[in-house]
């Protein structure tokens, strides 16, 4: 689907948030376009009318999370039995640091941009098992980055865990380099792909990712609680499963005390979830697939890029975004002499643009930029945060 302004149009007339404000913060949650609530309203009145367990309600709701395993499958490049579903991305990572049979001496290493949720899991595998963490610097290019993990990998690390995209700066991560260096020692490589899925196209083959994560509720503009995650055919035995219930198992016996799990990635999926929500994160996926990741991604760097260049050109306001044309839509910055709070609240009431303070090191504010923006928008944002750099400069 071409993406010109009247299809843009459309496409924002279709998300309520979008009126009145200018709405940049798709990388924390983004607000889901009617389409996505109607069918999510649609799937609740039917469950509501007739009972949740009537067995065309079942047979509904069984074929809605097949169709959007299919669905995220597709869009990932992947087979639809390496798909699981699941409430967001950390349920992934925390899905590949408890399915791998941990031995005294293993090793872990997550990067110095990770999310909480890329790192804590981790951390706390850390403390149950005679294991280690590696922090790898990633340095200021993807060079440095992998000359330095190169240099901390060894045939004792079990699992490299990093973000596709970082969720503060922005900044796009080579998978398909780490993956290479990764199977080298026999590592997995596990993928936050929070902040890139629905804002770039991913071909899970290519980026060599043996697991790779993400969430419905942020660039897809999926309802909250719903994600998927990835996980390579032929590793069985490198991630078990952590858990086990009704949806996971293939078989059961409970005289003969036995199970047998699902061949499928459906072997991660315990307990119930709700058909209504996930109904509405593959109507989602399936609108992401047809404007097209691609399209998305150019469009999205774009206007990315016009507001890096507007707030570099201000001597008040330091970017903490990469250097050069935005990399993805995460555009991060400080209002010199301002906390990141402050400037957050004082956009929103002065400017009415609603974006995130994040609490990083250093503090600051984050916008993060979904091709259904405009460049008007892109230029009220950057006023704004000029003017409140001028007005925190006239206070020092």
């Known amino acids: 689907m071409p993406l010109d302004n009247a299809s843009i149009r459309r ?10 404000q200018v709405y940049v913060n798709w ?24 009972g949740p367990f009537h067995p065309q309600v079942r047979d509904e709701s ?41 031995k005294a001496g293993d090793r872990a290493i997550v990067t110095d941009l990770e999310h909480p949720g890329g790192y804590l899991p981790w951390l706390m595998w850390r403390g149950r098992r005679p294991i280690w963490v590696d922090l790898l610097q990633t340095g200021a290019s993807d060079d440095e980055l992998l000359s330095n993990l190169d240099a901390i990998l060894s045939p004792r690390t079990r699992a490299v865990c990093l973000s ?13 380099e780490i993956g290479r260096q990764c199977r080298k020692v026999g590592a997995l490589l596990i993928v936050d792909g929070a902040q890139s899925v629905g804002q770039l196209p991913i071909d899970v083959g290519k980026t060599l990712a043996d697991v790779y994560t993400l969430s419905g509720q942020k660039w897809l503009m999926g309802p909250q609680g719903t994600g998927a995650v990835f996980v390579r055919r ?11 219930g009704y949806r996971s198992a293939a078989r059961r016996n409970l005289n003969a005390l036995t199970y047998t799990p699902q061949a499928s990635a459906m072997r991660f999926e315990v307990a119930t979830i709700s058909p209504a929500l996930f109904s509405g994160l593959r109507v989602a996926v399936d609108a992401c697939r047809k404007v097209g990741p691609a399209a998305i991604e150019r469009r999205v760097r774009k206007l990315a890029s016009g507001l890096l260049d507007a707030l570099r050109d201000c001597p008040g306001i330091e970017v903490l975004s990469p250097p050069g044309p935005a990399q993805s839509g995460l555009v991060s910055f400080r209002v010199k002499g301002m906390d990141a709070g402050t400037t957050a609240d004082l956009l929103l009431k002065k400017h009415r643009v609603v974006l995130r303070a994040v609490d990083s090191v250093p503090p600051c504010v984050r916008a993060s930029v979904h091709y259904l923006n405009t460049d008007a928008e892109m230029e009220r944002i950057a ?4 003017a409140l750099a001028r007005k925190a400069a006239k206070s020092r």
């Not at 496409?11 to 009145?20: V, Y």
Request: aromatic fraction near 4%; charged fraction near 30%; avoid cysteine.
């Open 11 to 20: 496409a924002r007339s279709r998300i309520p948030a979008l009126k009145g």
């Open 27 to 50: 990388g924390g949650s983004g607000p889901s376009p009617t389409t996505v609530l109607r069918e999510v309203d649609r799937f609740l009145k039917r469950e509501s009318r007739m």
């Open 62 to 102: 069984r074929a809605a999370l097949a169709g959007l395993r299919a669905s995220v499958a597709k869009l990932f490049k992947a087979k639809t039995d390496e798909i699981a579903l699941m409430d967001n991305t950390t349920s992934g990572v925390n899905l590949a640091a408890a399915g791998i049979e941990w």
């Open 164 to 176: 596709h995209v970082a969720w503060l700066t922005g900044r796009r991560l080579p998978l398909r």
């Open 234 to 244: 032929g590793l069985r035995k490198k991630i078990r499963e952590s858990g086990a």
């Open 383 to 386: 006023k704004g945060a000029i």
